[in-house]
């Protein structure tokens, strides 16, 4: 599977339509809380390997329910060496070995510390990667509860055991990609390489007889309170500045009568 630009595309759209299901947002917090309570740990480790603190976080979460008693590779004790896949891990120095050595050696393990794009649609792909592109190639209907469960884009269908699949059953882990959402909206990470919506303090969207990107989704946005009706067309002129005004009480920037 290569990170073509259709599959950024996919995930920068995943991930800027996902929402949190509130009933499952006090434990999205949980975890959050338990993440940033051990940041340091794991900037130690990315800091070493040249990896985002937080995808090791989210990976401890997903492989291990951030037991730092238990191998990043597959949540084994760390009192020994790995007994399940990958098996005899680490295979240098000897048990019991510290998490950090443990989490050094799985990322290095998957080529981790190589991989340099770590902008949100490379951080996704290798996420994705880590646990298998078995849902992208097998199940193509259900998005990846590893990414997104707990989410708007994934309500039930999992692969329960080494290729045995069932349409009925539910994750109940909080999905990587989910975490890294709640992370982003608390303002606790921000990817790079991403657009900026603001530039020199001046924001992208004005008043413009011309069509310009986000138009359409301040229009959409308008279009939701009750007798705002405007054209979504991507055009942001005076239809849609008086809209946004009866809104927020403003014109939108650059409008002639501002």
Same mark, same amino acid.
């Given at each position: ?5 259709? *599959? ?10 996902? &929402? ?14 338990? &993440? ?12 070493? *390997? ?17 037991? $730092? ?27 019991? $070995? ?9 990322? !290095? ?40 469960? $707990? ?30 959402? !709640? ?23 004005? $008043? ?51």
């Amino acid at each position: 599977m290569n990170l073509t630009e259709e *599959l950024k595309d996919d995930y920068s759209q995943l991930f800027d339509t996902c &929402i949190i299901k509130p009933a499952q947002a006090s434990l999205v917090e949980a975890v959050i809380k338990k &993440i940033l309570d051990n940041k340091n740990r794991y900037q130690s480790v990315g800091n070493v *390997l040249g990896i985002p603190w937080y995808f090791i976080a989210v990976i401890h979460n997903m492989e291990s329910s951030l037991n $730092f008693k238990c191998h990043l590779h597959n949540g084994d004790p760390l009192t020994a060496r790995t007994v399940h896949v990958p098996a005899g891990r680490p295979s240098q120095g000897n048990p019991p $070995f510290t998490w950090e050595e443990s989490a050094m050696d799985s990322l !290095r393990l998957q080529k981790l510390d190589a991989w340099k794009d770590w902008s949100l649609s490379g951080l996704l792909f290798k996420l994705e990667a880590y646990n298998g592109f078995g849902y992208r190639t097998k199940h193509p209907e259900v998005l990846s509860p590893y990414l997104w469960s $707990f989410s708007n884009h994934y309500t039930s269908g999992k692969f329960v055991a080494d290729g045995r699949w069932s349409d009925t059953a539910v994750s109940n882990q909080c999905g990587a990609a989910v975490l890294l959402r !709640r992370l982003a909206e608390r303002q606790e990470i921000t990817f790079p390489n991403e657009p900026l919506i603001f530039k020199d303090e001046e924001p992208v969207l004005k $008043f413009s007889n011309k069509k310009i990107p986000y138009s359409e989704e301040l229009q959409t946005f308008l279009n939701k309170f009750p007798g705002v009706y405007v054209k979504v067309d991507g055009i942001p002129g005076k239809r849609t500045s008086d809209a946004f005004k009866k809104v927020t009480g403003y014109f939108l920037m650059d409008d002639p009568r501002v």
